[in-house]
């Protein structure tokens, strides 16, 4: 894309925001489903191009630092170094809500949660747009998060009035989510940017993710899982497998297996590229009907946190 065209729809995006429609944008985890957080009708599209529960609550993305008051209340010293270190970049601050933000955005709680992406094209937008936007991944619910600009055109196609190109996301996973709103600061979902990480900044200890918190869509089981069914199998559970497999699967491997070709992608050993290429892996898979898709298991490392919750949820439909 020329310079020019993307200033040009960067104005689109823009303009769509401003007039309460949905554009799609790429940010450096996932790609986003945007809409003007402060219009109701707008966000309802959210819900309605996503078809996810209305009760889920979504992030609020903005693009200064100097914009948390607008949305955030009791910002604590604490709040604010995360903001700081972390910012632009994968990390979700949970904060107590100003008044003014609405239901839709909540879910109907106490917090808001926010983020600036550290991502060219959506940094662009927001500046230039102002205001906070609302967005949830650009997926219909419960399905792989889009992680370019084509898998957001095969998840939500025409319910977006624009889809950003921004290239394939340089994280691939979600962000780390951090509840900032209480006495204990607590991660609700695991990202790149680690528990140790948060805590190392903080001097002090930082609750890990927690199986089922409340009222994080992400937190479900069945999520982020492809159509063909998902397993995930340890080394030895593979090995045993591969006794008398049949049957068209494919392997997401780590360790060298003595199959051909066909059944086998090597997943890379560095978990930042792992995170970088999985969901573009599984969705790739996930188009050539295959009875099965199986995950070998991951190291149980802090680096590999993210990664494992995605896979667990992966495999768990
Ligand atoms: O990397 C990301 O976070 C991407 C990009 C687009 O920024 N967004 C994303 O959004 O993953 P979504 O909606 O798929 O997941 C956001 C998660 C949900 O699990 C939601 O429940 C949780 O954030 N969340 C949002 N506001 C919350 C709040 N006030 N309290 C607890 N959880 C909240
Ligand atoms: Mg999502």
Request: charged share 20%; glycine share 8%; aromatic share 6%.
């Amino acid at each position: 894309m020329t310079y020019s065209n993307l200033k040009e729809e960067m104005t689109k995006a823009v303009d769509i925001l401003r007039a309460g429609g949905l554009v799609a944008i790429p940010t450096e985890t996932v790609y986003g489903l945007g809409a003007d957080a402060h219009n109701p009708a707008a966000v309802q599209k959210i819900f309605q191009a996503k078809q996810r529960p209305s009760d889920h609550p979504l992030i609020v993305h903005i693009g200064e630092i100097d914009q948390l008051h607008k949305w955030a209340v009791d910002i604590s010293p604490a709040a604010w170094l995360l903001a700081k270190t972390f910012w632009p970049g994968p990390l979700t601050l949970i904060l107590k809500k100003v008044p003014g933000v609405i239901d839709q955005i909540t879910g109907g709680q106490e917090t808001v949660g926010l983020r600036i992406p550290n991502h060219p094209v959506a940094l662009a937008v927001l500046k230039t747009f102002g205001g906070g936007v609302a967005a949830p991944s650009a997926n219909r619910f419960g399905r792989i998060s889009p992680t370019t600009a084509e898998a957001v055109r095969e998840e939500l196609g025409d319910a977006v009035d624009l889809i950003l190109e921004g290239g394939q996301c340089s994280v691939g996973v979600e962000s780390t989510i951090v509840d900032v709103s209480g006495e204990q600061v607590a991660i609700l979902r695991p990202g790149m940017i680690k528990a140790e990480q948060i805590a190392a900044v903080l001097h002090q200890p930082v609750a890990a993710a927690r199986k089922n918190a409340p009222r994080v869509s992400g937190s479900l089981e069945l999520h982020y899982a492809p159509v063909t069914p998902t397993k995930l199998m340890s080394t030895s559970e593979l090995r045993n497998f591969l006794r008398d497999a049949a049957g068209r699967f494919v392997i997401l491997a780590l360790s060298d297996w003595d199959v051909t070709e066909e059944v086998l992608t090597r997943m890379p050993s560095a978990p930042e590229i792992y995170a970088h290429d999985l969901y573009q892996v599984l969705r790739e898979l996930d188009k050539r009907g295959l009875e099965q898709i199986i995950i070998e298991a991951v190291p149980e490392g802090a680096e590999w946190e993210a990664i494992r919750d995605r896979i667990c949820r992966a495999a768990s439909a």
